[in-house]
Structure formats: C-alpha cells, structure tokens
C-alpha cells in the first residue's frame, strides 16, 4: 500500500453503523451511516442483528467509494470499532448462532447470582480488574447454556461486535485487548486467559480467537469482500479498538484527568489515567495511546431512554412545534425547545434512567426506570428534562466514585448524538459543576478507528496528531443557582434508588415469565 494516504474507520453503533474517510492531514473528507435496530424482546433484553451490522457496514463502505473523493489504492487501511463486550456466537463455519446479546443486556440476573457463588467476588476483582455484573461474559455464556443449549453445544467462537466485521472483512478470527479485559476472563496482571472461570462455564481457550492489540493488523480485504465494497483487495484491516474508547480519544483524552461524558444510545463516563487503578463500581480499559488507561463507566440506557420517550410517548408535541413556529425541528429539538425554560427537577418531577437495568456504578440488573413525583400537570416537556437530568445525575454518581479515589477531572468534554442538544449541555453542566466542552466535528468511534488504523500503517506518526480533526467549538458554563438546585435533586435521586431496590428486587420475582 506504499504512497496510501487515506484511510477508514468503522464504528458497529447500537443505533447505527458509521463509517468515515480520513486524510492525513487531519480531515474527515466523508461519511456515511445506516440506521441499526436494538432488539429487546423481553425486559432487559437488548439483542442485534450481526448480519444487519455486515450489511450495514458493506453499504456505508461502498458510499465513501463511489463518493468520488479517493481511489481504491488511496486507501492505506481501515479500522473497526464496536460495542463492548458485546457477545457473538459462531458455529464451526463462522456464521452467527443467534442474534447477539449486547453489553447492556440485562437477563443474567440469575446467572450472576450463581457466579458470584463460584467465585470470590474479592479474587475476581483482584484477577480481572472489575466486577462480576450484567456486562461479564461468563454469566452471559451460563444463561446460554441453560436457556439455549442447542445453541451453546453448536458454538465454536466466541467474538465481540467489531471483531466480527473484522472477520468477515478478512476471513480471519481475533480479539481485541479490550473485548478480552471487558469480558471477565482475562486476568489483568498476565494478560491470559484465566482458566478457573473458564472452567466453572464450561468454555475452553480455543474458542476464543488470538487477543490483538488495536493496531495489530489482523488480515486483509478479500476478493469478494473488495467486488462488494469497491476497496482494494489486499486493504489491510486491524484488530480496531472499543468504541467508546475509540470516541473518548478522538474527543482529546489523551491526557491525565480528562473526562469524557458521552450521550450516546448508553452513557459512557472515560477518565484518562496515567497508570491502573481499579474499582469495583468501574471498568477498566486499556487506553489506545501505550502505557495510558481509562477508568470509565457505562450507563446501559441514557440517549435510548430519550428517544424512546420521545418516540413512543411524545408524539403530540409535534403538533405542539407546529403550533410554536418550530415545524422545520425533529421532535427532540421541539421537546429541547419546550422544556428549556422549566426549572430544575421540572415541577418536582424526578427519574431513575434504569429502563434496561443498570451498569455502573451500581451493577443492578434488576433496576428499572421510575418517574417519581408525576403528575397530571406534567407534560411531555417535564418528562423529557426529567430523563436528561437523570442521565446527568448518573454521571454524576460516576464522579463521586473517582473523587473518592481522588480524581478530579481537568476537563469535561461532551460526545456523541445527545451531546448536540444545547439544553442537555447545560444541564449536565449545572448538574456536574463544572464547565463543558463541545466539538460539534467530532464523528466519534469512526474516527477514532480510523486513527488507529492509520498509526498501524504509518499513514499517522504521533497520537497526538489526533488533535487536527476536531476543535472545541462550544463551552457551557455552569449557572450556580441551577447547580445549588440540582445538588439537592441528586441527593433525592439517590435516596429513591436506596428506598426502591427491595421493591425492585420483588418486583422481579413477581414479574418474572413463568
């Protein structure tokens, strides 16, 4: 590929699949996305589709080609990024066994309960550097066992989302690093499979591809790959990286202390460290930058919560923009226009954002959303705010965990979809204390995986060189009346979730399908 000067990135989202085409010297020169589908066919469920990712990905690739703007040979590499750590499963001949089960799935409850009873919880943090919770696989891969068995006894790999595009790029199985650390089986300090849990599943190391670092190249675009795509064959692929690292990176974490707060179809909560530190209530990741870390967070619904409100509950307010001048905005810039100029905790309105369970910090799959306070004044605006501030709130509660570890972030920057709402800007700006950057360039995980691959090949030198792609755009800066206000809120959506858990836990049983 001697003389490429442009590479791609690819971003396996839970509501799209987007790919970019980057140039060396630092611009995005196209885009393209197609819309996904989270599948959740009972509560807590959250499943997707690996054909519809491969499909999606195929015709995003094959627009930046026929854009015109570069030729095949132009193209030095590309780079995958994925949710994590979301389970696939394949049979002998590398085809999916069943629709995959995503990093906010929450139907393991049972089967965490039974791990967390062949493990020590305190061995399995010190081993793994994380927590046994509704993201780890080896609950995930039980739940299989005893619900699908003619699944699990057919499956013979076990893969993340981004590796599976991967493999169908090139044909051949791997693992990145951090779908490995996510997964609750790789041991931290070794860096290998640790076998006891291994064991406890009943799942051996071979059905698990060779762990690459994200700028290893795993293989190349095959022929019929490239007849689809209009690439080169040949094109080398990477292992490619998490995508919500690959987003806090090309945000500009890439110093100690920043944090990044993502308003994506799940929240996500990075902070950049210079060394690992652990904590039960987080995850750690490897950072894409050598040496780096990231302690981060993951919220399982925050812009989904919005758009299911939206989407389901909220219809009426279009007629409401119509009647306000606003006919040309979508509906969540109408609700946005609607609900800016409500107070803080609307009309004594709070919500827990826990639709699909709860990740971090409090690791609950059985947590559910509840609007507490509703009333019959309440409109479509109130309810609207009030699921923006619980996000807010949930990043909150992730910065109490890093104070008591004492980090305190540098700075704040704001990504992904949500973060183009200025009112969910200001809001989690007043709720968090602290200012808020934005950059209203910032195509996110695509980037970042397009970055990735172009160190790998040397179409990129330094990571610092990051930086070209994207400047702040926008700060918001915090009201100290609404912050005094929200402090008081957060300590009430604190005290409801404390209050509700055993009526959680009850409900559950109650509720569970017979």
């Known amino acids: 590929m001697a003389g490429a000067s442009h590479v791609i990135g690819v971003d396996i989202g839970t509501t799209a699949v987007k790919s970019v085409l980057c140039e060396a010297g630092g611009r995005v020169i196209a885009e393209a996305s197609r819309p996904g589908e989270l599948i959740s066919a009972r509560p807590g469920w959250a499943e997707q589709d690996p054909e519809q990712w491969w499909l999606a990905t195929v015709d995003t690739i094959r627009e930046l080609m026929d854009s015109g703007r570069v030729a095949a040979q132009d193209i030095a590499a590309i780079g995958v990024s994925g949710m994590v750590p979301a389970l696939v499963v394949l049979d002998s001949a590398g085809r999916p066994l069943r629709p995959s089960i995503q990093q906010n799935d ?21 081993v793994t550097g994380g927590s046994v919770n509704q993201q780890s696989i080896p609950p995930k891969l039980r739940w299989l066992a005893d619900s699908e068995p003619r699944v699990y006894a057919a499956a013979r790999w076990f893969v993340g989302s981004y590796d599976y595009v991967n493999y169908r790029l090139t044909g051949n199985l791997s ?6 650390l996510e997964s609750g089986f790789l041991d931290l300090t070794t860096g290998g499979w640790h076998q006891p849990y ?40 990477v292992a490619g990286c998490a995508d919500h690292v690959a987003s806090a990176f090309a945000a500009g974490l890439t110093g100690a202390g920043d944090l990044n707060i993502k308003f994506g179809g799940a929240g996500d909560v990075l902070f950049c460290l210079n060394r690992p530190d652990t904590d039960p209530r987080l995850f750690i990741d490897y950072h894409l930058i050598p040496g780096k870390f990231l302690l981060n967070g993951c919220m399982a619904a925050s812009g989904s919560a919005v758009r299911w409100f939206a989407r389901g509950f909220a219809a009426g307010s279009l007629e409401q923009g119509r009647a306000t001048g606003q006919a040309g905005a979508n509906i969540y810039e109408q609700l946005d226009a609607a609900a800016a100029d409500l107070a803080p905790g609307p009309d004594s309105l709070v919500v827990l954002p826990y639709f699909i369970g709860e990740k971090t910090p409090i690791h609950d799959p059985l947590a559910r959303g509840v ?86 090949v040397g179409v990129f030198e330094e990571w610092a060189e990051i930086e070209r792609f994207s400047e702040v755009t926008d700060v918001t800066q915090p009201d100290a009346a609404r912050s005094a206000a929200y402090s008081e809120l957060y300590g009430i959506y604190r005290e409801i979730y404390v209050a509700l858990k055993p009526s959680l836990e009850r409900l559950a049983r109650v509720g569970a399908p017979r």
């Open 106 to 126: 929450a139907r393991t409850a049972a089967q965490i309960r039974w791990f967390k009873d062949v493990v020590r919880e305190d061995e399995f943090f010190r």
């Open 175 to 180: 693992l990145e690093r951090n779908w490995a």
């Open 198 to 237: 291994m064991d406890a599943v009943g799942v051996t190391p071979d059905q698990f591809p060779p762990v690459r670092e994200p700028t290893a190249i795993v293989g190349e675009v095959t022929p019929a790959v490239a007849a689809l795509t209009g690439l080169k064959c040949g094109t080398p692929v």
């Open 371 to 456: 609007f507490f306070g509703l009333s019959l004044h309440h409109t479509p605006a109130h309810v609207h705010r009030a699921i923006m501030e619980a996000v807010a709130f949930g990043f909150r509660h992730h910065l109490d965990v890093l104070a008591e570890r004492g980090h305190l972030p540098v700075k704040v920057v704001a990504t992904d979809g949500g973060a183009r709402s200025k009112l969910w800007r200001q809001i989690s700006a007043d709720v968090l204390g602290v200012p808020v950057l934005y950059r209203a360039r910032h195509p996110g995980s695509a980037l970042g995986a397009a970055f990735v691959a172009g160190m790998a």
